[in-house]
């Protein structure tokens, strides 16, 4: 057998022509440098921000949002487009449904002059054009509306009625297989959009899944599921809906976690709601009776007054959710505190740890030492 020296000598050889052949980078050791906090993109929501437990949906991966219909998901896409787009990003809508509103895009803070849109004849059409927008390496998120709106083209071509089994769970499989390597490689992030369908004869459990086979479940680093939980009132006036989106899936953070926004008709996901909520939960905040502070400045009487309050006062909510993410450890700084406070947490675990030790060690060795006088005796 090989000496431990003769095989780093071999291994290093190895290393180094596979750098030469695929280039710098090709294959590395996993702890050999810092790796880069992983860049995300915010859906305009804090409180769903928080849930993903990275700031928002990461970068150079593929999300999927699914849920019922009128729930939000359209929405909740629009949001993330406006704020790539305020990063300086550049966007695109592959728009299969044949369904986007330009006028409620521009509402939700969308450029709508900026935005690449295509409206596709056939599935295989829609993913060869995000395919190409992917390898240019200039867009840095990329929406598919929706995953059961991509027809493959001999169904298109087909007649009504004519079976086509499994055709698009397997149009989808092949084009996440091409697309995954890519989005990493440009650091675009891929939102697929999907809807519900019902099992027949499932007894136990969900008879929920969603249309393209199982494909997208495997290829998503984060799955979203969105529904309307209730509608919002002003008198017997409906102005909006109460969301709710849990984190079915997420291989950037833990799992499972629940988030809860406002969506408001016409505006769209209501961010200073969302604000005064997180800002209440963690003292940021006060509430007293029905009347909202921050810092001592009275934001008004009932969420609705303090939410409007907010929308005008941009500069003071913008300082409200940077102080948010700071106490969560979610923005670069609070991320650096939460680091620091773990190592100082860690070091008196440590100490603590030593203490009770000794104290053992001197216990046993008083006993010990009671154990022999007896004996003497």
Known sequence: MASTADREKALDTALAAIDRQFGKGSIMRLGSDERAPVETISTGSIALDVALGIGGLPRGRIVEIYGPESSGKTTLTLHAIANAQKNGGIAAFIDAEHALDPEYARKLGVDIDALLVSQPDTGEQALEIADMLVRSGSIDLIVI?????????????GEMGDSHVGLQARLMSQALRKLTGGLSQTNTTMIFINQLREKIGVFFGSPETTAGGKALKFYASVRLDIRRIETLKDGTEAVGNRTRVKVVKNKMAPPFKQAEFDIIY?????????????????????????????????????KENSRNFLLREAEMANEIEKKILFKLGISPE??????AQAAIDAAA?????????????AKAESLQAKLAARKGA
Do not use: C, M, N
Request: aromatic share 6%; net charge negative.
């Open 145 to 157: 509306d929706s995953v059961a709106a991509l027809v493959p083209r001999a169904e298109i071509e």
């Open 266 to 302: 016409g505006i769209g996901i209501s961010r200073e709601g969302s604000l005064i909520d997180f800002g209440v939960e963690h003292g940021i905040v006060k509430k007293s009776g029905a009347w909202y502070t921050y810092d001592g400045d009275q934001l008004g009487q009932g």
């Open 334 to 339: 609070g991320a650096a505190a939460k680091k």
């Open 349 to 361: 675990a440590l100490v603590t740890a030593a203490a009770a030790k000794e104290t053992a060690a």
